[in-house]
């Protein structure tokens, strides 16, 4: 089975949640697997995930959020 390209997750699209829009983009086939992403500067999902990306969408369907303050998603989140 080939490897997915990461162009796959160049198209996401926004959940609302409360005052907060999440940026989430999904591939590969399968059960589903939610990768998320650990904090610092240039945090986001899919360029956390890149390198694992490829592989793990060839068993699963992979959904993954950039985490409210990072990436595409709601910035200036509450402490």
């Not at 086939?29 to 694992?52: D, K």
């Amino acid at each position: 089975m080939e490897s997915l390209p990461l162009e796959s997750l160049e198209h996401g699209s926004y959940v609302q949640i409360a005052d907060r829009k999440i940026w989430v983009t999904q591939c590969g086939e399968g059960p589903a697997l939610l990768l998320l992403h650990g904090g610092g500067p240039g945090a986001a999902g899919a360029s956390n995930f890149s390198r694992n990306i490829p592989a793990l969408g060839r068993h699963f369907r992979l959904i993954v959020p950039d985490l409210p303050g990072y990436g595409r998603s709601t910035k200036g989140i509450d402490r």
